[in-house]
């Protein structure tokens, strides 16, 4: 059963959630005896696509057609589909994303094929099928799914697998799919513009996060330090944004962002059912609550017991001299 990895690109790179990806399907074609194959779409360097060869991928299926340079999730789904079909995959492996949940969901639909996403360990064997753990009900259960299809798709959350990098580079190979222009006419993308230059709070590795324990947004400069020192995007909780103290797109938990970075540090945040149901797939929790009983530590891998306001300056401190800052 040879395996189909999706890969996502972001001005010129590859998405750390796609290597992971890749890494991911690697590990899956090595369990089914077979070789692991990524897709990218668009236009893309190519000592960029040769680097996928170290997170595992023999081979890149590579569409340089400038039309698949910007986003569209018709044409994308097409492509994809294609190459499903020119590369003889029995198993599709992507990122769950905004991008890779939709297209996953189509080119499910093209081949009647199994679809399980948010899937969060490798799968195992079930006879001809695939059976992989998925994290559901916002993080609160598992489901135990067997993917009982000829083809099988997976879409795997972010941060679920420690990935090696090796020197290995991928044989690259020209993909031309037949792309009709009508898919490009329907929904055009114009122009895409950055809101900012902040570290995007979804795809962080690192987030800082603050909650009402932190009395007020003129005390907000020392989360912006440590998320600054640390390279790390800022949350906060939803009282925190419903009061004005931050912006709305921080706000962190089940109405708001789900992130699931390497580490989340969570200062003067409670650790309400509501918030942790947004971080509870951070792979390293860093609760700083002074007071112990702070429902938050029961989810933390590492806990603080102290005042912020004294904690987060020292941290920071230790920090700058730690990584030379
Ligand atoms: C339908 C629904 C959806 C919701 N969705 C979300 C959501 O998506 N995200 C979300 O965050 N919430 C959500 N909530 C709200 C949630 O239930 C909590 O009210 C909220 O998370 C609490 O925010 P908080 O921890 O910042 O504030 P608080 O509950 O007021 O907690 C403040 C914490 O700071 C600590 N503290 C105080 N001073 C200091 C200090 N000096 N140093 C260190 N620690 C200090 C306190 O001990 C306390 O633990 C939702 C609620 C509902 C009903």
Known sequence: MSVLI???????????????????????????????????????????LE?????GAKKVMHAADSRLNQINLLAYAEALAQAVEASGAKVLVMAKSSLGDPVAARVAGRFKAAFAGNVIELPTKEGEHLKVKRSVYTG??????????????I?????????????????V???TPTLDDALFSRVKTVKVEKASDEISLPEADIVVSGGRG????????????????????????????????RPHHEHVGQTGVKVSPNLYIAVGISGAIQHLAGVN?????????????????????????GDAFEVVPKLTEALKKRLGK
Request: charged residues 25%; negative net charge; hydrophobic residues 45%.
């Open 6 to 48: 999706f890969v996502e690109t972001n001005e010129g790179k590859v998405k750390p959630s796609s290597l992971e990806a890749v890494a991911y399907g690697a590990k899956v074609a090595d369990m089914l005896g077979s070789s692991a194959t990524a897709l990218v779409l668009g236009e893309l360097a190519q000592e960029e």
């Open 51 to 55: 680097s996928i060869g170290g997170y």
């Open 140 to 153: 609160k259960a598992f489901a135990y799914t067997i993917l009982k299809g000829e083809k099988q798709i």
């Open 155 to 171: 879409a795997i959350k972010k941060n679920i697998l420690a990935i090696e990098k090796t020197d290995a580079k991928a044989t």
């Open 173 to 175: 190979e020209a993909f």
């Open 214 to 245: 932190l009395k007020g947004p003129e005390n907000w400069g020392m989360i912006e330090e440590l998320a600054k020192v640390l390279g790390a995007a800022t949350g906060c909780s939803k009282p925190v944004s419903d009061m004005g103290w």
């Open 281 to 305: 797939s951070s792979k390293n929790i860093v609760v700083i609550n002074k007071d112990p009983e702070a429902p938050f530590f029961k989810a933390a891998d590492y806990g603080i017991v």
